[in-house]
């Protein structure tokens, strides 16, 4: 389907005439048509079916969708079962895959990480036992950054909200640093009109300069050995090629060539990889991969408490263990406030290291809060692949399960009374108490539905 052509600016028009030449008409013309819809699976979700959908060639839970549907009306994308993700983005994984060994856990970073499709595709793609901390300068999309990494699932990952100078002290801490930096947005034209508007050499410029404060700080923070990945989501040489060879210079990183069948359309640049819409299915986006070969290896001390954190009492603690499978796996603490947080036994030792290290250490997953003697199980413990299997559930036809997320009350006759886990297709939306004669929607207000669903 064509939308209308979209204005582009001449001076962007100028500057990729010059780097495409007769290529040009072509790319202008891709931006004249509506963007690919790509999803990504969740491989420890497994309740979508792509049968019949096409693979996004370089990703292997990748599918293309034939149009764009309504996922606010789809139970199994409030359960994270799937992300939507624009498919050129997705090239992150094979790049991880060819540089970055996983047979041992990896320390990453996604330093950049709002709103959290590239941490979710991080969290999938390391081995077992890793960490990754995904940090969001923005304190307004850190909501955001949570809320999604609760959806996946997954306990290894911990969210921050740092000026990337604030990690000076974890210098060398990190195998794997991902800097998906704030750009001047090219490749999401045809997908955000008003990046249009906002696009001019100046920004351009300006957008160049501070990536290189930011990927100067990233820098610091890789292991001897480890890698740094670059990217962003625009085409111009000052953001890309420019910054990549200042990574290559001035930083003394080396640049790593990676392998990419010619027949998925990407295209070698100097020291990098470009997605173009019109050689491929997807947006515009643009990959550098580099190994630090020498630095400084971490030579922090893990603290010996976290702040403002104790011990769970272990009355307390004896009564998480009904709710988390394998609690043996894992280390649990409590807020003044009687909030239980959690978080992987094997990961003890590096968060003591980034509470330390961090001014105000990481955020932990809730597990719940004890209001007197009783446990009240939080959203992201619902949404947990460490929740124990023998919690009672209650499955959810689609249009309860949308009634559920409006945060409406269900009447639920025959289901046990006491706390229930909704869920979709085997997959957890959140808690509900049932009382006989009603039940308590326990989903949090910032997680509801907000459109109309009458006439699905």
């Known amino acids: 389907m064509t939308n209308h052509q979209p204005s582009l600016p001449p001076a962007f028009q100028e500057s990729m005439k010059a780097q495409l030449g007769a290529d040009f008409p072509a790319f202008a013309d891709a931006l004249a048509h509506e963007s690919p819809v790509s999803i990504r699976l969740n491989p420890a979700k497994a309740a979508y079916d792509p049968s019949g959908l096409s693979r996004v060639p370089w990703h292997p839970d990748g599918f293309y969708l034939p149009r764009r549907p309504v996922f606010t009306l789809d139970p199994v994308f409030h359960a994270g079962g799937y992300y939507v993700q624009e498919a050129s983005s997705m090239i992150i994984h094979e790049a991880l895959s060819q540089c970055v060994s996983r ?6 970073l996604d330093l950049c990480a709002a709103p959290g499709g590239k941490s979710t595709l991080l969290a999938s793609w390391m081995p077992e036992g890793s960490l ?18 609760e959806r996946w699932g997954h306990a290894g990952t911990f ?19 991902l800097v998906d930096a704030p750009c001047s947005g090219e490749g999401l034209f045809r997908k955000d009109p008003d990046a249009i508007q906002e696009w001019s050499a100046e920004h351009v410029q300006l957008c160049a300069a501070r990536q290189q404060r930011i990927l100067a700080a990233a820098n610091a923070l890789v292991a001897p050995g ?6 962003t989501c625009t085409y111009n040489e000052f953001e ?7 990574l290559a210079t001035a930083q ?8 990419f069948p010619k027949e998925w359309g990407l295209t070698a640049r100097a020291k990098g990889y470009q997605c173009y819409p019109h050689r491929l299915s997807g947006e515009g986006f643009y990959l550098a991969a580099f190994r630090k070969k020498e630095g400084i290896t971490f030579q922090g001390k893990p603290s010996r408490y976290m702040g403002k954190l104790y011990d769970v009492p272990k009355k307390n603690a004896a009564a998480i263990q009904d709710w988390v499978q394998n609690p043996k796996d894992f280390f649990y603490l409590q807020r003044p406030d009687g909030t239980v947080l959690f978080a992987p036994k094997n990961l003890h030792e590096e968060l003591m290291m980034l509470d330390a290290a961090l001014p105000q250490g990481v955020w932990l997953r809730e597990a719940g809060e004890f209001k007197g003697k009783d446990f009240i199980p939080a959203q992201g413990l619902a949404m947990s692949t460490a929740l124990h299997t023998a919690v009672p559930t209650v499955e959810l036809n689609r249009v309860n399960s949308l009634q559920f997320l409006k945060k409406e009350s269900l009447l639920l006759p025959d289901a046990p009374k006491g706390w229930l886990l909704a869920q979709h297709k085997g997959l957890g939306l959140g808690w509900m108490k049932n009382l006989g004669n009603r039940t308590n929607n326990y989903l949090p207000k910032d997680w509801r539905i907000r459109m109309d669903i009458r006439e699905i």
């Open 252 to 259: 003394g990183l080396t640049h790593l060539l990676l392998d």
């Open 226 to 231: 480890g890698v740094l990945l670059y990217s």
């Open 240 to 246: 890309n090629d420019q910054n990549a060879e200042w």
């Open 103 to 108: 047979k041992h856990p990896l320390r990453i």
């Open 159 to 177: 969210t921050s909200s740092y000026d990337p100078d604030s990690f000076q002290k974890l210098t060398g801490f990190f195998d794997v640093v």
């Open 132 to 149: 990754l901390l995904a940090n969001e300068v923005i304190r307004s999309r850190v909501t955001v950054l949570k809320e999604n990494l």
